[in-house]
């Protein structure tokens, strides 16, 4: 492999002296640790042409490439060496007028997801994805890692809002899928690879997004549990009960809950409850909602299956709901917090989430332990405190929350943070050997030198466990 | 290539007798045109394993190799000649009991699709795919096809309703990918790479499918319209009034709804509107879900904007509605019908059909000339006659369809059908060559002795168009 400051100079002639940015300031960029900065030189391209000039150049003299969209992810992703050229999509952020009739919105992969958020709101319509990162995070970053966030379930992943993709592979090839339709069946589709590849077999330059119908009107319900089998029961009644329109099923178990909580001076049901979950269904006529959520919420408290319910009687109420499920500054207080984002069915969840904290407590003593998650998706989200010699018992409590998961089928060790350099470890936890060496396969297919992101997730070293 | 009867010994030693079908018995089977059967053997293996020896067989000796489903696809795909053995899923129809709270139905690939609805059904659950084939089509040749129908826009294609997938790739790898939950990012999806492949990447064999909650009520409207501005119009303002809950938008012209109408003693709409609607909602309330339809339509018959539009008061009236819709027998009324599934957006949808319904006439003189199709998807079927020499025509025909589109952003010559071994001269009509070069790649990678089903999609000979 080569080192990216032998081709500077063919760089800055592909780019100019704007597109590139040196070792010293690239160091300073913020982003969520484990992230680290070692390359000496950021390239950013201002179209696609010049970034298949670059990856071009990079394939001819095997400069490893590191991509860099908004820098929010979870796992380590954007982290580059002194070896590594880091190639950013921050100056691809065209955006065409949205369609309202086909709508879709197209956007370069450097558009923020809130200003694609703005500008399909602005057309009267919805981009269906939202995350907290928003701000930060990227069309491009979104696809590549295929995003979810709060509404998954009635909407789906980044995947299922990619009308059209365009990307350029490893040897510079512009891969052009610009799709403006729903259906479309012509072959297999190249999109797919790409979506959730994390840089590793191609580098996102623009896409095509679905918009929906906008939902103006929400009803958002706080509700309280004794057990958790009456949760997957309040979201069943709701699913029905709200005709499909539920859109935010969010659990939190109690040493979540209460902590997050006491942002509010009132907490609107009882901290001490085992399980609170934040519920939310969005349409045009809130009256209604509202009025179809206290039936079913009136129903379950009749049949005990709920303990306490308060749905929101003002915007001011909604956002209190709320700013109680976005305090995971509670995780961040935790002394060496280890955060992870796992899921699987919710029939084994219970059994888990008990023996977890058990082999938890077994290990670290009695540490803070923190659950809650997007539970309509079966996305679970684990943190607890760790004992002060971190780099001793982090492996130790990966592989407390990972293995048992290999025996659950269906479990997946990453939900929606993706694998990185911080999960590659652990990836065999739920994929199967053939699963790898298909990834692999496709790996080498369209990487053939292995240039891009060349430590992330397929690396070959590490990926079948430790 | 080898011949298949070269390895019959071979594979009865794998599957025993009742797992082989010679060719005689296997061309009576019957199927969709064009497909034709010239296949000397058919084997039918009853497990994943079985098929695997079979695959890993034909791997070795390099027997080409076409998979069958329910073959009622409309490209061609199951076409075989003297040289290829054709491997039938129909053994494998295992089924596991639904997990109700996980929302997953466990399904062998040889499954019908009407099998697994109503296996959801009896769980209180719904599959949300639907199309014409149900009652023989199966679960893999739907995933295989990545198949659609008549609620894609709601609920999506095959696609979306796929949590897990076990397949076999060409050199009978087993890959087991049985995931049970949405949301599910360790490393690229192998899954995605499978579905939509029409077999050419690997031979599917059991899938993990997402239900979603039973909508049990519907609210069904037949709605005309004077113009085609007007369509989207109603699609919009009926999305957004019953808050998502549409589930069909099943728009038809003139020239289909009027013959097609004289299915029912008094059609419900005049059959001389230029343009009819078949409007659904589904939800759990009908006359809330109708209070609300009236409302929208109401409003757009005092704007204009629609002509005239009748509520289904009934049961009777509903599959009447539909009745209409279903009648494709006057497709294969036409002389020498032929049929077309491409798909555009909207915007672009009024030009396109008057420009085709314009050139077909020139070309081919006042032949009948039909359009209907799932416009929420931006869906298009196109049917029309064609003169009596039909060797001549047809490609004439095909080239009056296809070539526009590759004019119009975004669109796609194949909708929901499929390329298979019919469509693929067009398939450079609406992909671009990086986009079919990277599906010979994957082809290569996955299936690098090219056993199976050689002839389609992607072969290397045909699918740059002429």
Known sequence: MADPMAIADRLQAILGPSGLVPGPELAQRPAFPPYSCGSPLLVRPASTAELSAVLALCHETRTPVVVHG?????????TSGPGDLVVSTERLTAMAPVDVTGRTLEAGAGVTIAAAQAAAEDAGLLLAVD?????????????ATNAGGNQVFRYGMMREQVLGLEAVLADGTILSSMGRVIKNNAGPDPRQILIGSEGCFGVITRAVLRLRPRMPQRSTALVALQRFDCVPRLLDRLESGMDGRLTSFEAMWRGFHAPAARILARPPVDPQSPFVVLCEASGSDEA???????????DL???????????????????????????????????????????????????YTADLEQSVRAAFGEVPFMLFGHLADQNLH??????????????????????????????????????????RPWLGRTRTPEEIAIMRRLKAALDPAGILNPGLVVAQDVADGS
Not at 70 to 78: A, D, E, H, I, K
Not at 131 to 143: F, H
Not at 408 to 418: D, F, L, N, V
Request: glycine residues 14%; negative net charge; charged residues 20%.
């Open 70 to 78: 908004g820098r929010t992810g979870l796992v380590g992703g954007c």
């Open 382 to 423: 684990i943190a607890f405190a760790l004992p002060d010699d971190l780099a001793s018992t982090h492996h130790r409590a990966e592989a407390l929350v990972y293995d048992p998961l290999s025996r659950i089928p269906g479990a997946s060790m990453s939900a929606e943070h993706g694998i990185g350099l911080l999960k």
């Open 288 to 298: 209604e909602l509202s009025a179809r959520m206290e039936g079913v919420l009136a």
């Open 131 to 143: 995350w907290g990162a928003r701000g930060t995070a990227t069309v491009g970053g979104g696809i």
């Open 301 to 351: 408290l009749g049949s005990g299956d709920i303990s306490d319910a308060v749905i929101a009687g003002s915007e001011r109420e909604r956002a209190d709901f709320w700013a109680i499920r976005d305090n995971v500054g509670v995780l961040f207080q935790l002394p060496n917090a280890t955060l992870f984002d796992v899921s699987l069915p919710i029939a084994a969840m219970a059994d």
